[in-house]
């Protein structure tokens, strides 16, 4: 099985520039929106007109719909952006802070996520320092990869959660990649040791 949402050729990781303290923020898909519409619009917006934005891009609209979504950006998603010093929240309105952690622009390829019907699984799987750079490594290769190679190459960034390849062997093993594989993002067999990107996988069964 593999996912209906595509990360993309071969692209540099988009979540490199975001502080790793920032990854939880992302992983919920009207959060995601919530910047995107102030990207774009870049100004500030009153929270009505942020709830017909978000509105807009969604589908049966009623006077439900609209109640829900400005109840869970008041009591929920504002305020989670503005403890990380992503959005300016008054009275007035909302806006991004002028030098935001988070660049809307560099969240396509997660917004492109959100098309996808389970969008959040999908956000709080992947929004993984580790999970977006091993996707980056299987997306940079024609061919499937083992484990070790992986473990090797994700080992070598300093920043890494773990910081040596036998430790992102077991990391790699035993969690990234069985999550990754449950939602049809990579194909991961574990007797072969081998990790193949979802595109290739497709390719193949067709």
Not at 73 to 87: A, G
Not at 139 to 162: K, N, T
Request: charged share 25%; aromatic share 2%.
């Amino acid at each position: 099985m593999s996912s209906d949402a595509h990360l993309g050729g071969s692209m540099p990781d988009p979540l490199e520039p975001v502080p790793t303290e920032c990854y939880e923020i992302l992983r919920h898909p009207r959060r995601l929106r919530v910047l995107e519409v102030l990207g774009c619009r870049q100004t500030r917006l009153s929270l009505s007109a942020l709830t017909t934005a978000l509105i807009d891009e969604s589908t049966g609209s009623n006077g439900h719909t609209r109640h829900d979504v400005r109840t869970t950006l008041v009591h929920n998603h504002l305020p989670r952006l503005e403890d990380y010093d992503i959005v300016d929240w008054d009275d007035d309105g909302v806006t991004l802070v002028d030098e935001p952690p988070v660049h809307p622009a560099d969240l396509s390829v997660l917004l492109d996520l959100c098309e996808s019907e389970n969008a959040r699984t999908l956000l709080e799987t992947l929004v993984d320092p580790v999970r977006m750079r091993l996707l980056t490594v299987l997306e940079a290769g024609d061919r499937p990869l083992s484990l070790e190679h992986l473990a090797e190459r994700l080992s070598a960034h300093e920043s890494d959660p773990f910081a040596d390849a036998e430790r992102a062997t077991v990391a790699l093993h035993h969690s990234h990649l069985p999550a990754m594989a449950d939602i049809g993002v990579i194909s991961y067999e574990q007797e072969s040791r081998l990790v193949t990107r979802y595109d290739q996988v497709v390719s193949i069964d067709e």
